[in-house]
């Protein structure tokens, strides 16, 4: 087996550096623990952006994903397959949509979004060709094709990039004034994050999505929530409109729908919007597999019945309990909602990467989001026990 020294340097040479990752180089992984190649142990804190929602390797995912791909792995959707029908239902049932259309990565299903979204703006709004306008917020993430980079307000993402994608207007996250004013003939829909996770956890105010929801009905504009991150469960509710009974047009999902085994991503709406795709519009080639399907299906199932989304409530509000009794001179606040939270750095505490690098050295991995915030995201499998291991650290690495 290779060491950290020798991967390090391989994937130096023969990998594109889009990426700074920390210098550890995992082989193994079970539930919020992973080892590296030399044997030492750390508790995942960032569970792949929220992809690990289930844990690593879960039993139940391993085995569903071992049976699938030694029976049907990929038919591509020229053919129909036995998954995507139950994944289809199940998907609708647990979310209360009408349909659903699977694709791949989070980006993918963003894609999907704009794309359903300006075509029943065409078809429903008489807007003229080329001119729909879909409103989308400041801080945003929403993935990094050359569309979804175009309306980033992060400079590195569209850098050298363009030319952009036109038809998307940007207004002041959380700023419900702001989304109003920006509303013209044109506009389709709103896309937003409910919450902002790339951004360092950032929770608008109570009232918002409740405002933004009531302003999209009066204007007859389509409210779409990208939940890739911050959807099943990582709040504390299955989505985080449910906190203010809030049901958008269109929920973006990802991520957590395959428990990390398998790019799945997925958009839910109703019959009106996405039955705006007919055969031809749109389509991805593994996009829907077996694989796929069965693993989301059983991904979903263990949310279920693992109660992981009361356990990030129960576990989460135990969790920022135990971080506000440290007192450190580096911390301005804490911030979350469930088992995702963002540890606000003081301007001069020196930011957070170097904070990233000594819980590493101390076995807990997480990652810096911008420069000043420490972003907490472990699997909702983590146990009130492990969450005490892991306070005790951070407790020194804090103070
Ligand atoms: C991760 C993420 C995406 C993009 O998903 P990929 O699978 O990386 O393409 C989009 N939106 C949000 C909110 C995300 O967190």
Request: charged letters at 25%; glycine letters at 8%; aromatic letters at 8%.
């Given at each position: 087996?290779?060491?950290?020294?020798?991967?390090?340097?391989?994937?130096?040479?023969?990998?594109?550096?889009?990426?700074?990752?920390?210098?550890?180089?995992?082989?193994?992984?079970?539930?919020?623990?992973?080892?590296?190649?030399?044997?030492?142990?750390?508790?995942?804190?960032?569970?792949?952006?929220?992809?690990?929602?289930?844990?690593?390797?879960?039993?139940?995912?391993?085995?569903?994903?071992?049976?699938?791909?030694?029976?049907?792995?990929?038919?591509?959707?020229?053919?129909?397959?036995?998954?995507?029908?139950?994944?289809?239902?199940?998907?609708?049932?647990?979310?209360?949509?009408?349909?659903?259309?699977?694709?791949?990565?989070?980006?993918?299903?963003?894609?999907?979004?704009?794309?359903?979204?300006?075509?029943?703006?065409?078809?429903?709004?008489?807007?003229?060709?080329?001119?729909?306008?879909?409103?989308?917020?400041?801080?945003?993430?929403?993935?990094?094709?050359?569309?979804?980079?175009?309306?980033?307000?992060?400079?590195?993402?569209?850098?050298?990039?363009?030319?952009?994608?036109?038809?998307?207007?940007?207004?002041?996250?959380?700023?419900?004034?702001?989304?109003?004013?920006?509303?013209?003939?044109?506009?389709?829909?709103?896309?937003?994050?409910?919450?902002?996770?790339?951004?360092?956890?950032?929770?608008?105010?109570?009232?918002?999505?409740?405002?933004?929801?009531?302003?999209?009905?009066?204007?007859?504009?389509?409210?779409?929530?990208?939940?890739?991150?911050?959807?099943?469960?990582?709040?504390?509710?299955?989505f985080v409109t449910e906190h203010e009974d809030v049901h958008p047009d269109m929920i973006i999902i990802g991520k957590a729908l395959s428990g990390g085994m398998y790019p799945v991503s997925a958009v839910v709406s109703s019959r009106e919007i996405l039955g705006v795709f007919n055969p031809g519009d749109h389509g991805s080639t593994y996009g829907g597999s077996p694989i796929a399907c069965a693993v989301a299906r059983e991904a979903l199932k263990v949310i279920v019945d693992e109660r992981l989304v009361e356990k990030s409530a129960e576990v989460g509000a135990y969790l920022i309990g135990e971080l506000r009794k440290i007192d450190s001179p580096y911390v301005d606040f804490y911030r979350g909602k469930g088992l995702w939270i963002g540890i606000v750095l003081k301007k001069d505490a020196g930011g957070a990467r170097r904070f990233c690098e000594a819980l590493k050295d101390k076995g807990i991995l997480t990652k810096e989001t911008h420069e000043n915030v420490i972003r907490l995201a472990p699997p909702l499998v983590i146990t009130k026990k492990e969450i005490d291991t892991a306070i005790e650290i951070i407790h020194e690495v804090l103070s």
């Open positions: 087996m290779l060491t950290t020294k020798e991967c390090i340097e391989l994937e130096d040479i023969y990998g594109a550096h889009n990426y700074k990752p920390l210098d550890v180089v995992l082989t193994k992984g079970s539930g919020i623990w992973v080892e590296d190649v030399e044997g030492r142990k750390y508790m995942d804190f960032l569970a792949a952006y929220s992809a690990l929602n289930q844990g690593h390797c879960h039993p139940r995912l391993v085995k569903v994903m071992q049976e699938q791909c030694s029976r049907l792995a990929l038919t591509s959707r020229a053919f129909r397959n036995d998954q995507l029908p139950l994944l289809a239902k199940e998907l609708c049932e647990l979310t209360g949509y009408e349909m659903m259309l699977p694709m791949n990565s989070g980006a993918e299903a963003v894609e999907t979004a704009i794309k359903a979204v300006r075509k029943w703006g065409y078809q429903n709004k008489c807007i003229k060709k080329d001119k729909a306008e879909i409103i989308v917020c400041s801080g945003n993430f929403h993935g990094r094709t050359t569309t979804i980079i175009s309306f980033s307000t992060e400079e590195q993402y569209k850098e050298g990039f363009g030319p952009l994608t036109p038809g998307f207007v940007v207004v002041t996250y959380g700023d419900i004034e702001a989304f109003e004013k920006a509303i013209n003939n044109n506009t389709v829909a709103f896309l937003v994050e409910p919450i902002q996770g790339e951004s360092g956890v950032v929770i608008p105010d109570e009232g918002y999505l409740k405002g933004a929801e009531m302003i999209c009905e009066d204007n007859n504009i389509l409210f779409v929530t990208d939940e890739i991150q911050s959807g099943l469960g990582r709040t504390g509710k299955m």
